[in-house]
């Protein structure tokens, strides 16, 4: 109540200063009158405000009288008026206060209505609150009353309003709907109101903002718990019924209005679109969290997303067919998509699916909005696709189980809209179509009915049909039994006429078209130039023509000739060397597939272009050459000038724009060339030779023009004077998107990328080391900026030297220039050392404000482990030794020395830096120490300090806190450097041309090995402290890099730059091998087997090599590529067996109370293995026997008795594996005095049994051959012959070996044999590796597919030349004639010898186990070597004479149809002519069957089936005389009629 001049009673009262006198004769007269002063004028209305407006109790002059409030004022005054009313006093505080409501609520500027009060409106209010609230703490305020007149206003109230009551607990939302007299007339002012806040919400200030926010989230909880509440709640409450009919209503409408803005969001109508993505917040799950319970959530997200799918289902199937491929991922509203990621949150994706799956089986649905949620649920789900393959199988099986047409069509609409998100989410349609009808076993398998029902199906789909459906199901069709075949013709013949109408040709369809892509598809001409480039990919891979080339040629005549062909032969300068393409294109002409006229018209083409462009060069007309470049440079210089001027940032991507069209009219490329070339297709750099002023070889994508190297040099130029000239005024972090920006869009022009990563081969690997520090810089900081760009980069192959024709495996971009920094010389450690300290130091102040997700994301792996590996090779200190240099603090300006700089500064980063990124601090730890080396090194000036923090030193995670490292850790392991990738890199040093002494070498390898990861846990990249795992390690990694490094013989070029360093490459690392001889002498101190213990040492080491043996997958299409891999890899296993200690190869175990010898690992490896590598066939190298038994006779030590372990070991050797005693016996006259000194040496008692009997059997077959002294025929007999056998190598010439045959007695039918079978094998080994030649490859042996094997002696030597020398094919053949006539006059059999291992009979099953797999799989060559002395007796003598030479002869033609043709032999193209050997060969069969018993024709049965296959005129003459006399007869009495 305000008094004159707008003072409050309070201050009427207090202002009285003075006495005056009274006209009241006593204080009642005085108080009588007051009171009627009041009763006249006081305003109850006016008086609720005004007291909640009032200041607390407590008078300016100190004479207001004291226990006056305005609480019990204002009460008092309500009281007496309710009084004189007749009314309760809680009713007159509700109806004054609904009053003051309304009056606040229209006090409004605007002439509509506003969901938000003004300023001035909100402070009245918050009185009249403040004072209700009073009212209700003294219970005179009714709240139902309240809630009725509210909805007795003239106009509604304003939304703000509501929510102060609701928020100040005065009355609740759900309380005021509860007592409104029309649920739909609220129901309107709330949607009316809400839409208004949200489209009010974007043209508000921030702190509005915030408010509205808040009354929509208050509001939101409210419509959950009182329209979603569970049947047991909603039952206590049936007073609130009302309400959940509204917040229902009104959740309902709104979710309406969000999708009518759906449909609005194409028009360009951006006010609702944004209003509508404010309402989207009510979807948050995190905005519920513990005021609603779970299942009241996701019955209201589960509904919201019930109401979205079934949303005006206006659209027909027929229209989603045709429309579908609008509504994918990216093409569908932003809006709907939010609303749907919203909304899937609160379920997992088998939830989700279900739902989906529940909606579609009960209600009506909207096409759109259904297959526009599928999309999202593949691309952002990726448990999706196997539950939505699930779900397809599911509906096809209930289609085809009730002939449902339904759950057909919805299964066909979903598999095509998740395979328009690519095959990246989900199998394309044309993979989904061929695994669902392609087969037998599909769905529509089961019944012709079902057949029926699905071309019916499919049928009815047609007049809807695009096109690339149509391809599918005419190119893949389902699968149809031929007697039902005209019904799958019947829907072709619709299906092509339905594309004619389309006018989509089938003939013009690409070989390799997806046509499961949801674009349209590209004109042939572009199709045309990629299915030639994934053809020229799998000709590249497997050397053959691809079989869909093939078959176009035959069944797609029309696009073979008018489309594939010109794509091929599109005119070019042909390279000097035939690559891939050329060779590609002389199989097809070889082939008969290019018309002659055709390719005689390609060639001309091509030289003609030749000639213009030598004429292009010779003229030198720069003016209309330069004028694009020129144009070209002056924008890169405006760009520039941008870069450096922070106010001018904004025109950096229109600017660049400007130089993409420059750029392109210098390349001369069109966007239609760009889009012919796929972006999955690799990029292809060919790595040159060191010197050479040009540019790499690049290879461009097909229909891609090669980019000038000037334009290359222009672009690396400019980035670099662009980075050093914004640097002179900001840090990289300040320098703005112009770096970015340029690298992205160089990254966008296809086909500037293969010279432009070649130009980068060119400066880091070959003159990197000759680079200053700005280039240095330049290109450190490009490399980082093409790894953020790793994304529009495609893989990239980088070609070694001369023309490969597999091309090598695709890197990523990062890996690629992590590759081209080797370090190998003291000059390659110093330039890596100096490139990888300056791209970290630029990496971590460039992006040091992104977080460490982000930062984690832009690293490149590479870099990180490089300087893991340089900083603690180069620096003591970072190995944690202390130096003087270490005790003075870092000065950067005070260094001078380059190299010093650089080494100081990779140990500042590796302290600091390095640290803190790996546990996860990166943004303020160095960049003072980043910007000072930045600084130092571009020579750069006004870059700003800052601090840098101290940091810990520790590398390696195991010292960091267990909990972080258990959250961080499958983060951190791709940038920490592993044990064997630090063995990779050391192997890659050439230790004569080593930055570090051998001295300083050896130090490194002790504190790399010992102290850091040999101690260090696996997850770090360590070996957990086992001894075993660590040499583990070592060996595969010396195995891997040896084997990397074998493909480098043949290519010289690659390694110029190495010099000596080259050659050295093709051995094992000697001071890697001694690390790792160290590690295994160390892994036999270990406590010895107890007594009683039959178990033996576990041999890790042959189960490792066996283990890369058997666990290799063998490559595709690449046979010859396998076996050389595997002949180089036993080598290797040979090289470095030989370099461990012998004690290695042999172990020792307990039976019973004894220890004995262990060799059953050894024995396994070699017949499994080792014995395929030996050149002799059927013997080891020497190296490897004498390493055996020099093992033999260390590990017998560990025996009661050294002798008899050695004699049951060797005992046990003829059994178990007779070649190391056939190799004893081959290899004794060198073995002998080794060992008989050893076992002096170690035992000083005679030589045990079994080594005597050795010792013995050589001397008897000496004495044999010099002296004419009998030979003593031992048990078994096979190992005298091999003694025998050895002796007459090395004794020649072979004629007293003849007179010595003679000499034998009766009883060496038997040594006979088996000295055959050796003849016979070096008879072999003489073919494939000749002594005139040992490295070439004989033509005969390549056309049995043996090609290459004779080339891998010598690559690496193992010490063992021997007998090698003496094998000669001449000698050796006239050898084994003798013996073979020695064999026939004393009657003895012997073609048993010839059947495999497993039919041979017992006496010969030992020599075939012997024989390597190679000379096993030749002895066909051997066996009709021999026919000049095959006697017409023998086929009467041996009964399976016959047999064994029709297998022999099968065996031969087996080998030539399994080989491939290489070039003949230069010396000799008609030597050794396969041919001939199997025209001979058949020529004999030919003539001795007709002289052949008929015991020996009834042997053959078994083999008459394949030699059908093989040569039926042969097996026709075999059938002719093997069938009985009685039938021969009547068939000559037939021929007379």
Request: aromatic share 8%; charged share 20%; net charge neutral.
């Amino acid at each position: 109540m305000a008094g004159a001049g707008g003072r409050s009673w309070r201050d009427l009262l207090a202002g009285r200063a003075r006495k005056r006198r009274s006209p009241f004769g006593s204080a009642a007269e005085l108080q009588g009158a007051a009171l009627r002063l009041l009763d006249q004028h006081q305003n109850l209305a006016e008086l609720l405000l005004e007291v909640g407006d009032s200041a607390k109790p407590g008078v300016q002059d100190g004479a207001e009288p004291r226990g006056v409030s305005p609480e019990s004022f204002i009460v008092s005054v309500l009281q007496e008026q309710a009084s004189k009313l007749g009314v309760p006093t809680a009713t007159l505080a509700a109806k004054n206060a609904v009053a003051n409501v309304e009056r606040i609520c229209q006090d409004s500027a605007s002439p509509s209505q506003v969901p938000l009060l003004n300023s001035d409106q909100r402070k009245r209010l918050t009185c009249l609150l403040q004072t209700v609230k009073d009212l209700l703490a003294n219970n005179m305020f009714c709240r139902s009353l309240f809630c009725q007149e509210m909805w007795k206003m003239k106009e509604p109230p304003v939304l703000e309003a509501v929510w102060h009551l609701h928020r100040g607990d005065i009355v609740g939302l759900a309380e005021l709907l509860d007592r409104s007299p029309a649920g739909p007339a609220a129901v309107e002012w709330l949607c009316s109101s809400l839409c208004g806040l949200c489209e009010q919400a974007g043209d508000i200030s921030c702190g509005d903002t915030e408010l509205a926010q808040g009354i929509l989230s208050d509001f939101a909880i409210v419509f959950l718990q009182h329209g979603f509440e569970q049947a047991v709640e909603l039952g206590r409450k049936v007073e609130f019924q009302k309400v959940a009919y509204i917040c229902r209503a009104v959740l309902q409408r709104m979710l309406a209005w969000v999708l009518d803005a759906v449909g609005k969001e194409k028009q360009e109508d951006v006010s609702m679109v944004q209003a509508a993505r404010f309402w989207l917040n009510v979807f948050n799950v995190s905005l519920y969290g513990s005021v609603a319970p779970p299942d009241s959530l996701r019955q209201f997200f589960r509904h919201t997303l019930t109401e979205v799918l079934t949303y005006n289902p206006a659209l027909k199937v027929s229209d989603a067919i045709q429309m579908q491929k609008e509504w994918s991922f990216t093409r569908t509203s932003p809006l709907l998509t939010a609303l749907y990621r919203k909304l899937l949150v609160a379920f997992s994706v088998k939830e989700s699916i279900c739902q989906l799956q529940q909606v579609l089986e009960s209600h009506e649905v909207n096409w759109q909005h259904v297959l526009s949620c599928v999309s999202t649920l593949v691309v952002c789900q990726a448990e999706a696709e196997q539950l939505f393959k699930d779900l397809l199988s599911h509906l096809l099986l209930k289609a085809f189980g009730n002939y449902d047409m339904e759950n057909m069509i919805t299964a066909f609409l979903i598999a095509r809209q998740a395979a328009l998100e690519g095959p990246a989410v989900f199998m394309p349609y044309s993979e989904w179509f061929k695994a669902s009808f392609g087969s037998a076993g599909g769905y529509h398998g089961s019944s012709k009915k079902s057949l029926v029902f699905l071309l019916e199906f499919l049928s009815e789909l047609v007049p809807f049909e695009a096109a690339p459906y149509l391809k599918v199901h005419i190119m893949f069709p389902p699968f149809v039994p031929s007697k039902h075949r005209s019904l799958l013709l019947e829907y072709i013949t619709l299906a092509k006429t339905r594309l004619a109408d389309l006018k989509v040709a089938i003939e013009d369809m690409g070989l390799y078209e997806d046509l499961s892509a949801p674009e349209e598809a590209v004109q042939p001409q572009a199709q045309a130039l990629r299915d030639v480039e994934k053809a020229l990919q799998i000709f590249e891979n497997t050397r053959k023509i691809p079989t869909s080339v093939i078959e176009a040629s035959i069944f797609r005549r029309p696009y073979y000739t008018s489309w594939f062909l010109p794509a091929l032969l599109r005119p070019r300068v042909l390279p000097k060397a035939p690559d891939g393409r050329m060779a590609f294109i002389d199989s097809l002409k070889r082939a008969d597939k290019i018309p002659s006229s055709l390719y005689s018209t390609y060639l001309q083409a091509c030289h003609a272009m030749k000639e213009k462009v030598l004429q292009d060069d010779s003229k030198a007309e720069p003016s209309h050459a330069k004028e694009p470049f020129e144009q070209l440079k002056a924008e890169l210089a405006v760009l520039r000038t941008l870069a450096v001027q922070q106010a001018q940032w904004e025109e950096v991507a229109a600017q660049l724009a400007v130089v993409s069209d420059r750029l392109r009219r210098v390349l001369g490329d069109s966007s239609e060339d760009s889009e012919a070339a796929p972006f999955s297709s690799p990029v292809r750099v060919a790595m040159p030779a060191p010197g050479l002023a040009a540019c790499p070889q690049s290879v461009p994508a097909p229909g891609l023009a090669a980019c000038p190297q000037s334009v290359v040099d222009l672009l690396l130029t400019s980035f670099c004077q662009t980075l050093l000239a914004a640097s002179s005024f900001n840090p990289p972090d300040r320098q703005g998107p112009c770096l970015s920006l340029l690298v992205k869009m160089m990254c966008g022009h296809r086909n500037l990328l293969p010279a432009l990563l070649g130009r980068l081969c060119q400066l880091i690997y070959h003159q990197g080391p000759s680079l200053g520090a700005a280039h240095i810089l330049g290109l450190a900081a490009f490399v980082i900026h093409l790894s953020e760009c790793r994304a529009l980069i495609p893989g990239v192959e980088a070609n070694s030297g001369a023309s490969q024709a597999v091309p090598g495996k695709a890197l990523s971009v990062s890996e690629y220039w992590s590759s081209l920094l080797l370090c190998r010389t003291e000059e390659s450690f110093a330039f890596c050392l100096r490139f990888c300290t300056a791209a970290a130091a630029y990496l971590m102040c460039k992006f040091s404000s992104c977080s460490h997700e982000d930062f984690c994301a832009l690293v490149p792996p590479g870099l990180i482990k490089k300087l893991q590996y340089l900083v603690p090779r180069l620096s003591l200190e970072a190995r944690g030794v202390l130096c003087e240099e270490a005790k003075s603090a870092l000065s950067w300006s005070s260094l001078s020395c380059p190299s010093l700089n650089y080494r100081r500064a990779s140990l500042c980063l590796w302290r600091s830096a390095l640290c803190s990124f790996l546990i996860g601090d990166q943004k303020l730890l160095v960049r003072a120490e980043c910007l000072k080396f930045l600084e130092r090194l571009g020579k750069l000036q006004k870059l700003r300090n800052c601090r840098a923090k101290a940091c810990p030193s520790p590398w390696l995670p195991a010292v960091l806190p267990g909990k972080w490292w258990r959250g961080k850790q499958l983060e951190i392991l791709a940038f920490l450097l592993s044990f064997r990738e630090w063995l990779l890199m050391e192997l890659e040093v050439c230790p004569e041309k080593d930055i570090l002494s051998a001295s300083e070498r050896q130090d490194f390898h002790h504190w790399a090995i010992y102290q850091r990861y040999l101690p260090a846990p696996s997850a770090a990249g360590g070996c957990d402290g086992d001894l075993e795992k660590a040499c583990a390690v070592i060996l595969n990694a010396i195995l891997d890099s040896s084997q990397s490094r074998g493909s480098a013989w043949c290519v010289p070029s690659f390694r110029l730059d190495l010099g000596a360093c080259a050659q050295s490459r093709t051995s094992l690392s000697p001071e890697i091998l001694c690390r790792l001889q160290e590690l295994v002498l160390e892994l036999r101190c270990r406590p010895k087997l107890l007594p009683g213990c039959s178990a033996a040492q576990r041999h890790f080491l042959f189960e490792l090599l066996q283990g890369r043996l058997t666990g290799r997958d063998p490559e595709h299409g690449s046979a010859l590529g396998e076996q050389l891999w595997r002949q180089q890899e036993l080598l290797l296993h040979s090289r470095i067996l030989l370099g461990l200690p012998a004690s290695t190869l042999v172990t020792t175990c307990w039976k019973g109370n004894k220890a004995v010898l262990d060799c059953d690992s050894f024995f396994c490896f070699v017949n499994s293995e080792l014995k395929n590598v030996s050149s002799r066939g059927y013997a080891l190298s020497y190296g490897i026997t004498a390493h055996f038994f020099r093992g033999l006779l260390n590990a017998s030590l560990d025996c009661e008795d050294a002798a008899e372990g050695v004699n049951q070991a060797l005992a046990t050797c003829q059994t178990k594996c007779p070649v190391v005693l056939l190799s004893a016996a081959l290899w004794w006259p060198r073995l002998e005095a080794a060992l008989c000194s050893q076992w002096k040496r170690l035992f000083g008692a005679p030589l045990a049994e079994e080594l005597a009997r050795l010792r013995g059997w050589h001397s008897s077959a000496s004495r044999f051959l010099c002296s004419g002294a009998a030979l003593p025929v031992s048990d078994p007999p096979w190992l005298s012959a091999a003694f025998l056998h050895g002796a007459i190598l090395q004794q020649s010439p072979r004629g007293r070996g003849t007179e010595a045959l003679e000499r034998l007695g009766t009883d060496a039918e038997q040594l006979l044999v088996a000295l055959l079978f050796f003849s016979l094998l070096d008879l072999i080994s003489a073919r494939i590796a000749p002594k005139l030649c040992p490295l070439s490859v004989e033509p005969w042996l390549a056309w049995f597919g043996e090609e290459g094997t004779a080339s891998l002696w010598c690559p690496i030597p193992l010490g063992n030349p021997g007998c090698q020398e003496g094998v000669d094919f001449q000698t050796s053949l006239e050898w084994s004639l003798q013996i073979l006539q020695c064999l026939q006059g004393r009657g003895t059999s012997w073609p048993l010898l010839f059947h495999s291992a497993e039919g041979a009979p017992g006496r010969f099953r030992v020599l075939r186990s012997a024989a390597s797999q190679r000379h096993t799989r030749l002895l066909p060559l051997a066996f009709y070597s021999l026919t000049p002395s095959f006697q017409q007796e023998l086929l009467q003598q041996e009964p399976a004479f016959l047999s064994v030479a029709l297998q022999m002869y099968i065996q031969l033609l087996q080998l030539f149809v399994e080989g491939e043709v290489l070039p003949q032999s230069d010396r000799d193209p008609t030597e050794h002519d396969p041919l001939e050997l199997i025209s001979a060969a058949r020529q004999f069969l030919l003539g001795a069957i007709p002289h052949c018993p008929a015991q020996s024709l009834g042997n053959i049965q078994p083999l008459l089936s394949t030699c059908e296959e093989l040569d039926p005129e042969l097996a026709a003459t075999l059938l002719h005389f093997s069938r009985p006399a009685v039938d021969m007869e009547l068939e000559e009495e037939l021929e007379l009629f």
